[in-house]
């Protein structure tokens, strides 16, 4: 196994400490972004890229090289109590930083790239980060996270699917408000929006996808609290979510004709927006065999992870343009869930994490 020195891994544990006090929201990592490029400035020679509201080390030993990219994200999620670190970003920065101490000083015949991501929970931050795919020409790309439920300091890989794809879709329907004692005089969308939530489960039936795919209510609203009025108004938000990208597109397409017919039927305007997108995150099974076998011959513990997780990753973005892989870190069954306000990234993953992210340059 590739030892981590323990000097390496306080000084990562420490700057965890300091990520994880200044937690910030996906695009606003400015304190962040600070954190870490002083940390890799005194400590390693790496060159570092500053992009707009992210940035890049470079461990740069020849132009003929094999470009590797490894990929850490920053934001933090909004809690109760402002922003906090509830889905361990904080220790995936630590662990990309101690990767490039880890490196510091050393041959690898290759080209390293340490990318400090921006805007996970957005799934914005791929989507600008991945330019530096095509400009740096990286070969490969990796990357983690943490997941609690899962063994501590197991790496948890998959072959295909690692996590969802998924989208916010928001159905604005627009009618005629009326007196309320002459509702047959406007036209409320009440009634549509109604139907299409009961709709969703025969949209939803397993025989017309591949795999799993999910449509969560998320928020509803139609009209307002005045008693005098028929609501003329009215949105519904839904969270779609799939296996495969492909299933998630058909989904779409069921719940916006499906959406537009009741619009139609009363008379009502439809209006579709969509936020939070991201795309599947799927592992190219070949690579994912080879560092299953590379990481035991490591002695670094490993597992197969039966169903994709459901939630969404941005890497997703980078294994589209480029070959790489997603894996987890078992971060411990008695570990509270990730966005929960008990959850905190745990340090004993540090090494494991850093071990897992270097056995991966070397595929
Ligand atoms: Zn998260
Ligand atoms: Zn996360």
């Avoid at 041959?107 to 390293?112: A, F, S």
């Avoid at 740096?136 to 996270?145: F, N, R, V």
């Avoid at 609501?231 to 397409?253: I, P």
């Avoid at 969509?274 to 599947?280: G, L, M, V, W």
Wanted: hydrophobic content about 40%.
């Amino acid at each position: 196994m590739v030892q981590i020195p323990q000097e390496i891994l306080d000084q990562a544990k420490e700057l965890r400490a300091q990520l994880h006090a200044a937690p910030e929201l996906s695009g606003q990592e400015r304190e962040t972004e600070g954190l870490l490029k002083d940390f890799l400035k005194k400590r390693t020679t790496l060159e570092l890229v500053e992009e707009d509201g992210w940035f890049y080390g470079v461990h740069r030993e020849g132009d003929q090289l094999p470009n590797v990219a490894l990929r850490a994200d920053m934001d933090a999620i909004s809690g109760e109590n402002g922003p906090y670190h509830g889905c361990g970003h904080d220790g995936h920065s630590a662990i990309l930083a101690g990767a490039a101490l880890a490196c510091e000083g050393k041959t690898l015949g290759k080209n390293l790239f340490f990318l400090f991501q921006p805007a996970e929970e957005t799934g914005k931050g791929a989507m600008q980060c991945r330019e530096m795919l095509k400009k740096e020409k990286i070969q490969a790309i990796y990357g983690l996270h943490n997941l609690p439920g899962f063994p501590l300091g197991t790496v948890m890989i998959r072959a295909g699917t690692f996590a969802c794809a998924s989208v916010g879709i928001t159905l604005l329907f627009q009618g005629a408000q009326s007196h309320a004692a002459y509702p047959e005089n406007g036209r409320n969308p009440a009634f549509a929006i109604c139907r299409l939530v009961g709709e969703l489960s025969s949209i939803l039936s397993p025989e017309n996808y591949q795999g799993l795919v999910l449509a969560t209510v998320v928020h509803l609203l139609v009209g307002e609290k005045a008693f005098g009025v028929s609501a003329g108004e009215g949105e519904l938000s839904l969270t779609l979510r799939a296996h495969r990208s492909e299933d998630l597109a058909l989904l779409k397409e069921k719940i916006c004709q499906q959406a537009e017919a009741l619009a139609q039927a009363d008379g009502l305007t439809l209006t579709i927006s969509y936020q939070d997108e991201f795309p599947d995150t799927t592992n190219p099974p070949q690579l994912c065999q080879r560092f299953e076998a590379a990481l035991k011959k490591s002695g670094i513990p490993v597992s197969q992870l039966q169903e994709p997780m459901r939630w969404s990753e941005d890497f997703g973005w980078y294994l589209k343009e480029t070959e790489g892989l997603f894996f987890g870190l078992g971060a411990g069954e008695d570990c509270p869930g990730l966005h929960t306000p008990e959850y905190e990234f745990r340090d004993e993953l540090l090494a494991k994490g850093i071990q897992s992210l270097l056995t991966a340059v070397f595929l």
